[in-house]
């Protein structure tokens, strides 16, 4: 019998040891083969709302045509290649020191560029949104970790490919300059001012980049109009996002997206992200009315070194029902600010400290001695022959949570298959620091919520 998607169970930590759940899940290893050629939902159902909440479809990179892959191994290693930019950026962004990839974990050059995406790896997710009045729909990256948002605009300086026109401001109704003197042009990090104007400038860890001109204009999801959103109108911009017109920030800074409709929504938003190899999309949804009643509560760690993104308190790892005894420390944020544990939608592959790591992976390859091993691929270490096989019996992967809560992944979120063979890994890596960082493939398929007013980050009650 098939487990159910994701356990998660809030444990009394002077009971633990006499509460039990499900230790081991069947994975098939027999799935239907990803597409290597995207296809794009209707449009015309990309978002949908109501009076307490509005929701968007999140897509997939993959699901656009212009992504194409010549095989399964292309697919991974783009995405794996993305990925150790975006760990790289990450961490120069909160260290403030460059810090390059461990050799061991580059990735090779395929010389391709469908694979196109910002550099550093954060356009994992799109939104289709409604810019200007009239609205005109664009594709937006999400990221979780970003405060800014921004759409490539004309006169375009400098401009990549985008699949829309690039924004015209002069064709807006809506479209409000922000002057120098503004409250809102001081709370850019990177201002300037040109003729009375405000400017922005956002530079990314690989070198990416937009630069421009500050502005409130309306946006649009379906039938809900959110006015004088503050967003850069980049007329210079670096960086390929297969075709997305900019980025929507839904980071934990008061110029993202969620802090500038903190008085409409309270700080609350939610996520599904959809599981790599359905027809079905993901979703984003903003208001107090979106969490659930139900969901497991995790407290939010404040990180004041990087206020932009979502720090969890992490506590243990489990494999089949038996906790990793590590270091109590191993994941806290030290008093300068290194270290911690981030919930990231751009990264995709969870990166724990290397001791960490090792001994979480050591636990998971006692418990699967008996299944045939492969070698390893790109950052994977840990790999397995499921060739002839139609299903395997593996052990539960636990994450334990500051003040109790379990939450136990699908198979799917933690062994992965990496080539049309039947190859499987463990989908985790260990980081180059002291920084933990929750990615998207552990994410998939189960209801992420934010509550930013009370500081907590709910998990479940559903799966998506």
């Known amino acids: 019998m098939l487990l159910p998607l994701f356990f998660f169970l809030l444990l009394n930590p002077h009971l633990s040891s006499s509460i039990s759940f499900p230790d081991f899940q069947i994975i098939d290893v027999l799935q239907p083969p990803l597409s290597l ?27 656009f045509p212009s992504v194409t892959y010549r095989n399964h191994h292309h697919r991974l290693h783009a995405r794996l290649r993305r990925d150790t930019d975006r760990v790289a950026a990450l961490l120069r962004r909160i260290s403030g020191k460059t810090v390059a990839p461990d050799s061991k974990y580059e990735v090779d050059d395929f010389g391709s560029d469908v694979v196109s995406g910002m550099d550093q790896g954060s356009g994992e997710y799109f939104v289709r949104i409604g810019v200007g009045s009239p609205p005109k729909d664009q594709y937006m990256v999400i990221d979780s970790g970003s405060d800014m948002v921004w759409v490539q605009c004309q006169p375009c300086k400098l401009c990549y490919k985008q699949s829309d026109p690039v924004f015209d401001p002069a064709s807006s109704g809506s479209y409000t300059g922000v002057s120098c003197g503004s409250s809102v042009c001081d709370r850019i990090e990177n201002s300037g001012c040109h003729s009375g ?24 999801f379906g039938r809900t109009v959110v006015r004088n959103v503050a967003m850069g109108c980049g007329h210079r911009n670096r960086g ?3 075709g997305a017109a900019g980025l929507l920030g839904i980071g934990g800074g008061s110029m993202s997206f969620v802090g500038q409709l903190t008085g409409q929504t309270g700080g609350a938003f939610g996520y599904c992200l959809v599981s790599r190899g359905t027809e079905s999309t993901g979703s984003l949804v903003f208001g107090r009315e979106a969490l659930p009643v139900g969901a497991s509560w995790v407290p939010l760690v404040r990180n004041p070194r990087a206020p932009s993104f979502y720090y ?30 981030v919930m990231d939608t751009g990264t995709a592959v969870t990166r724990l400290p290397t001791a960490a790591y090792a001994a979480f992976r050591d636990g998971f390859k006692s418990q699967t001695a008996n299944l045939p091993r492969a070698s390893g691929v790109s950052i994977f270490d840990t790999c397995y022959d499921l ?56 994410q998939e398929g189960i209801q992420v919520s934010f509550d930013g007013a009370n500081g907590f980050v709910g998990f479940g009650p559903n799966v998506c």
Not at 42 to 63: A, G, P
Request: glycine content about 12%; overall charge negative; charged content about 15%.
């Open 312 to 341: 969890v308190g992490l506590k243990g790892l489990g494999v089949g029902g038996v906790r990793i005894p590590l270091p109590d420390s191993v994941f806290d944020i030290t008093e300068t600010g290194d270290g911690g544990v």
């Open 387 to 442: 060739s002839g096989f139609v299903s395997v019996r593996v052990p539960t992967v636990s994450f334990y949570f500051t003040e109790g809560p379990v939450l136990t992944l699908p198979a799917r979120n933690f062994l992965m298959p990496v080539d049309d063979s039947g190859t499987y890994c463990f989908a985790f890596a260990a980081s180059p620091t002291g920084l933990s960082i929750i990615g998207n493939i552990q």
């Open 37 to 63: 050629t995207g296809t794009l939902p209707d449009f015309n159902n990309t978002h949908f709302s109501d009076e307490s909440k509005y929701t968007l479809r999140l897509l997939h990179r993959d699901k």
């Open 197 to 220: 104007g405000c400017r922005y400038e956002v530079m990314y860890g690989d070198g990416s980049y937009t630069k421009g001109t500050l502005a409130l204009e309306t946006l649009t």
């Open 240 to 242: 390929m996002f297969i």
